[in-house]
């Protein structure tokens, strides 16, 4: 059962403590300042894990780590922009700091409609997946479980919906490519494994359900409805977690049905 009220664009939330963390393990989340980086937080805060908060937006990341610490963990929010490989060495360094960083959930992105060169954009959402899991592996490897990247049912299960830019499809199948591939090394030491999201209400898409376009797309998901927040967060846990143990390389839809509809 649920253990809070559902309130407006928040999902119910559920005791995640049966996934078999154990408690003071750290995890990263990268964007963890919002929207359903903030509700993994606060989702593996709720699992005993401490939790380091990487957000461009410093103040997001403090209030992310504000709501952690009140659930009873350790939360250390930083800020810096995951494109900035020194700053992501920096970042290594501090959270290990807090703990053995054993899980990463990799879930800064530009937004779909992001205009810009292709090939730059295309570096940043990908790439920076990369470059984070790569200082991992580098500074934390003897801790490294788990990593979750946040893909997208654009560019993987569909041509790309609602989305007007062509490098976000294009970033998303390149992340759940490096997803696979990452997924073969190592002996499975972490597990990887992607997350594709069809809709799900954030503060970057709350704003647009008013749009013609996406008022089309809910007609076309079997539930009729986008996703909390809190029900991307609980698979993206699950997927990290020590009871997932035998999942390895996997690309988990969470979209109502959109993709098989
Ligand atoms: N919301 C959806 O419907 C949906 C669908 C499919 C995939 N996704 C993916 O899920 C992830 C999160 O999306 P969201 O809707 O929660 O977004 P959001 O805008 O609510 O939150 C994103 C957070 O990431 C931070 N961020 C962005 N770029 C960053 C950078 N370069 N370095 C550090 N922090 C950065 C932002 O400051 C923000 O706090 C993204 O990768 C997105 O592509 C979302």
């Not at 730059?120 to 470059?131: C, D, I, Q, Y």
């Not at 997208?152 to 569909?158: L, M, P, R």
């Not at 376009?213 to 079997?222: D, F, G, N, S």
């Not at 979209?255 to 098989?260: L, N, P, T």
């Amino acid at each position: 059962m649920p253990d809070s009220a559902p309130l407006p664009f928040h999902g119910p939330v559920y005791d995640m403590r049966a996934l078999g963390f154990a408690a003071g393990e750290v995890v990263v989340i990268t964007g963890g300042g919002s929207g359903i980086g903030r509700a993994t937080a606060l989702a593996a805060a709720r699992s005993g894990l401490a939790v380091a908060i990487w957000d461009v937006t410093g103040d997001a990341a403090d209030e992310t780590a504000r709501q952690a610490r009140a659930l009873g963990v350790a939360a250390l929010p930083l800020t810096l922009d995951v494109a900035d490989g020194a700053a992501v060495i920096t970042a290594w360094e501090a959270s290990r700091a807090l703990g053995h960083c054993r899980y990463l959930v990799n879930n800064a992105g530009p937004a779909s409609g992001t205009s810009g060169e292709f090939a730059s954009l295309l570096a940043h959402a990908a790439g920076s997946m990369e470059r984070v899991t790569t200082g991992w592996l580098e500074r934390c490897g003897e801790d490294a479980a788990s990593v979750v990247c946040l893909a997208s049912i654009a560019g993987n299960f569909q041509g790309g919906g609602t989305t007007l830019q062509p490098f976000y499809p294009a970033a998303k199948a390149a992340i759940a490519g490096y997803v696979r591939w990452l997924a073969t090394r190592h002996g499975g030491r972490p597990r990887a494994n992607a997350i594709a999201p069809g809709l799900a209400l954030t503060p970057r898409t709350i704003p647009l359900l008013e749009h013609p376009l996406v008022a089309e797309t809910m007609t076309r998901i079997p539930m009729g409805r986008a996703a909390f927040a809190e029900e991307v967060a609980s698979a993206i846990l699950f997927l990290l977690s020590p009871a997932a143990s035998y999942i390895n390389g996997a690309l988990l839809p969470v979209d109502g049905g959109w993709s098989i509809a």
